[in-house]
């Protein structure tokens, strides 16, 4: 199954007008079955394979999976006979999205039913303004396909109440999920995963058998836009006041597993919190220690992508991170639980947020900084309203990437200031090429580079942190 994220980038794979079903899926391979899984790998081996031969192939020969996440279409897309086999093998080759100018209506249907991948619609001919390989980013958020190469903004047409449904995994996922039919019973636990999530070095024994009297605090690092730091202050905070005594988890949920990396740890497939997300045990083993004495890690990877789908045909599937993580901050064992979150509002991110006593909102000082905001802002409101995580609060808002250089980063930070007032952290993170250089290194700024203005910003806002939470203890 394809990731089903507010972010889709990629490149396209451009086609014209009435793309039938039958050159998606020629109907003599309907007889595969897309439960079981090889047959749903081979489906999509064989998406767009009734298209003539003087078109690039959409999946590379002896490949399953396909370069292009999304596809870009004229009109009528999909139409033809009805077969749900259509976007089946799609999303089963790895395409996220069609953006076409209209589309069947079963094409349409069946791509939300299945849960496979986003019918977008564009009020603009696409299919002539790109080429395939042009890399584009579809923000499902703001509506929007960008294309960088060109600077174009083309806008899409909301999915609305369909989202939800295709984000689920489908209609049945959906319903399951929001308690309309019976839910199904829990995944068995994969082996593969349990296996290997012991990995080289869990966290001494010591260290997780003795409970000790701090009262943890569990701080997500979100925002759903991409690129804004939200991982390189997971790292560096938490090295920071690690090294000023304070005890530290980094929980790495983002399947890109960059704080992961950034910390110095093995990539390692199956070591992840997918099983434990899927109730499989406790996540105590899942805890690895780092090169530094007051910092743990539960590390990520890839594969972690895959537990959205699981998670969202169980009941409560926005409280099991939660589950899992309570028991272990009620040990009283770290101080600070940091959460860094992928860039979307996924079930992964969701999970963070409900589980975060608080969160931390990095902000890019760029002009586009505020789009964004409000629906994060909407989200917390949702989170207290619905009684997911009544009690969540903004820890602080982090202006990220500052260079007093220009006058546009002093008119950002002012108006996220208007906006957020005394939450917004007095510490500016500044734009400091040594902190982009220390995750390839496996160390925080301040182990790379201590004396760089962008490991000094992290020591100050690391006081700034123990700061607020004295104020909140008096
Ligand atoms: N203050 C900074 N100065 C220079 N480069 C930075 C700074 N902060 C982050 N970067 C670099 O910018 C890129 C994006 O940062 P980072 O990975 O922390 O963002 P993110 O929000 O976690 O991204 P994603 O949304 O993909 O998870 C990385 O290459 C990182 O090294
Ligand atoms: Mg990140």
New binding site residues.
């Given amino acids: 199954m394809c990731r089903k994220d507010a972010?889709i980038r990629g490149k396209v794979y451009v086609l014209g007008d009435n793309v039938n079903t039958d050159l998606i899926i020629p109907a003599k391979y309907l007889n595969l079955v897309p439960t079981i899984s090889e047959e749903y790998a081979k489906l999509g081996s064989l998406a767009l394979a009734g298209l003539p031969d003087s078109c690039p192939r959409f999946v590379a020969k002896g490949l399953e999976k396909t370069d292009y996440p999304v596809i870009v279409a004229g009109r009528n897309f999909g139409c033809g006979s009805s077969r749900e086999h259509a976007p089946i093998a799609l999303g089963a080759a790895g395409a996220r999205a069609v953006v076409a100018q209209s589309y069947a209506r079963i094409f349409f249907r069946n791509a939300i039913t299945t849960g496979e991948l986003f019918p977008l619609e564009s009020a603009e001919r696409l299919c002539d303004a790109l080429r395939t390989g042009d890399e584009v980013e579809i923000n499902m958020e703001a509506s929007t396909l960008v294309h960088p190469a060109s600077r174009r903004v083309f806008a899409l047409k909301p999915l609305g109440a369909a989202a939800p449904v295709i984000r689920a995994g489908g209609l049945f996922a959906y319903a399951r999920a929001a308690g309309m039919i019976h839910a199904a019973p829990a995944a068995e636990p994969s082996g593969k995963a349990e296996a290997a999530v012991p990995g080289d070095s869990p966290a001494s024994d010591a260290a997780i058998a003795a409970s000790g009297d701090r009262a943890t605090r569990i701080i997500a690092?979100a925002?759903?836009?991409?690129?804004?730091?939200?991982?390189?202050?997971?790292?560096n905070l938490a090295a920071c006041l690690a090294r000023m005594g304070s005890k530290c988890l980094v929980v790495d949920i983002?399947p890109?597993a960059?704080?992961t990396s950034?910390i110095g740890l093995r990539i390692q497939q199956g070591a992840s919190l997918y099983t434990a997300l899927l109730g499989s045990g406790s996540i105590e083993p899942l805890i690895k220690k780092t090169a530094w004495a007051n910092m743990d890690v539960i590390p990520s990877e890839l594969d972690l992508a895959g537990s959205e789908v699981e998670l969202a045909r169980l009941d409560g599937y926005l409280h099991k991170f939660r589950a899992v993580l309570h028991p272990l901050a009620r040990r009283g064992i770290y101080d600070f639980i940091f959460v860094?979150?992928?860039?979307s509002l996924g079930i992964l991110t969701m999970n963070g947020l409900t589980a975060a006593d608080s969160l931390i909102i990095?902000i890019?000082c760029e002009y586009y900084a505020l789009e964004g905001l409000s629906v994060i802002s909407r989200l917390m409101e949702q989170l207290r309203d619905s009684g997911a995580n009544p009690a969540i609060e903004i820890e602080g808002v982090l202006m990220?990437?500052?260079d007093g250089r220009t006058k546009l980063a002093d008119q950002v930070v002012e108006e996220v200031r208007r906006h957020f007032g005394d939450r917004v952290y007095s510490t500016l993170?500044?734009?400091?090429?040594?902190?982009?250089?220390?995750?390839s290194h496996g160390l925080p700024g301040i182990d790379y580079d201590a004396r760089s203005s962008?490991a000094v910003?992290y020591m100050r806002l690391a006081k700034e942190v123990l700061d607020r939470a004295r104020r909140r203890q008096e």
């Fill in positions: 972010i690092v925002n759903q836009k991409g690129g804004v730091g939200k991982t390189t202050t997971v790292i983002d890109q960059n704080a950034g860094d979150c992928p860039p990095p890019q990220t990437m500052y993170i500044p734009r400091n090429v040594r902190l982009s250089e220390a995750p962008g910003a």
